[in-house]
């Protein structure tokens, strides 16, 4: 048993060493995020005054242009500052109300799947029908609909189209438009939000050696 116990502690011991390289870690959810918001930002101002609509009209916010330049803000600046680490706990803040304004007003009612799944039993839906979880129900039924409409369309593709050539880069999907991507990104931010851009790779790191007199 004590044997067992010391070989423990000593992988325990080379896992907590690890800890060394989280940097790595951060280093990724920033590459990671950085090209999402900045893309998300830049298509926005470049249809400023359709986005202003859209936020106006379909989503109903008020002041839809001022809500526009924030989001472009938050995006552009915050992604910029995520690639080269600086001010990351900053920057995750703004971004991450976007994500929730996202999440909230254009994604919630249609629930959590970006892409809706077409196979109840792979769907992470199917064993939260089992416990009980709220909606986990309606949400198979809902891929059982989708399953039926995608071999509709791919028996109409197959019969009319070049079917072989339509899906040479991927297969159709049906999209869902849910809170998933938003809420992955929200999740990511609050990590970059509590432990910043990391040691040694980003800016903050130096900034904070040279005037705070981080060791």
């Known amino acids: 048993m004590n044997k067992l116990l010391s070989l423990a502690n000593r992988f325990q011991s080379i896992l907590e060493r690890s800890k060394k390289a989280d940097f790595i870690v951060l280093l990724m959810i920033r590459l990671y995020l950085a090209p999402i918001m900045i893309i ?3 298509n926005k101002f470049m249809h400023f005054e359709d986005t202003a609509w859209w936020f106006g009209n379909h989503l109903g916010f008020p002041f839809p242009e001022l809500m526009v330049f924030l989001a472009v803000s938050a995006e552009l600046l915050g992604g910029f ?12 803040m703004p971004l991450m109300i976007t994500m ?14 970006a892409i809706a799944p077409s196979n109840p039993q792979t769907s992470p839906a199917y064993v939260l029908e089992k416990v009980g979880i709220p909606g986990a129900k309606e949400s198979l039924d809902n891929s059982e609909s989708v399953a039926i409409r995608l071999n509709k369309a ?28 938003a809420a992955t990104y929200f999740i990511m ?3 970059l939000f509590f432990y910043g851009g990391g040691n040694y790779v980003s800016a903050d790191y130096w900034i904070a050696k040279r005037f705070r007199k981080i060791e």
């Open 81 to 92: 500052a995520l690639v080269i680490g600086f001010a990351t706990r900053w920057a995750s």
């Open 40 to 42: 998300a930002g830049w």
């Open 100 to 113: 929730l304004v996202a999440a909230f007003s254009a994604h919630w009612s249609n629930g959590w799947f």
């Open 154 to 181: 791919r028996s109409l593709l197959k019969d009319y189209g070049h079917y072989d050539w339509l899906t040479e880069k991927g297969n159709f999907v049906i999209l869902n438009n849910g809170i998933e991507f």
């Open 189 to 191: 931010l609050l990590a």
